[in-house]
């Protein structure tokens, strides 16, 4: 089992940057691969990136790809998202997801889930 805490959301303006971590529990982190999913009010949660339990494969949504990068640090049992050039659109409660299973974009693949992290983009 594993707990994840994310950290890192705010109140910002359009353009800026922001990183988000989430840190797990555990001694198995590399075991699981990771995702971030988004939910805005009235919304379904969606799919926003995923990473493999090494790090070796990312996967993105059309609508953040070139503008948010994932990553991990297995040492420091941490997952990272970082956004650049938020838009308003961006603007969500921000869940990171693990899973035993292979990567995926689909939120019913993970298991374990983080309280999630408010991120508001002002214009």
């Known amino acids: 089992q594993v707990q994840l805490v994310e950290s890192g959301g705010g109140l910002l303006q359009a353009g800026a940057p922001l990183r988000l971590s989430c840190a797990a529990s555990g001694r198995t982190f590399s075991s699981y691969s990771m995702g971030w999913f988004r939910q805005a009010p009235v919304k379904d949660r969606e799919f926003v990136a995923a990473?493999?339990?090494?790090?070796?494969?990312?996967y993105y949504a059309d609508s953040v790809k070139g503008r948010f990068t994932i990553s991990r640090d297995n040492a420091k049992n941490t997952v990272y998202l970082q956004m650049n050039s938020l838009k308003p659109e961006d603007t969500a409660v921000y869940y990171c997801?693990?899973?035993?299973?292979?990567?995926?974009?689909?939120?019913?693949?993970?298991?374990?889930w983080g309280q999630g992290t408010q991120v508001t983009v002002s214009s």
């Open positions: 990473i493999s339990r090494t790090g070796g494969y990312t």
């Open positions: 997801a693990a899973t035993n299973a292979a990567v995926s974009r689909s939120p019913r693949v993970y298991n374990y």
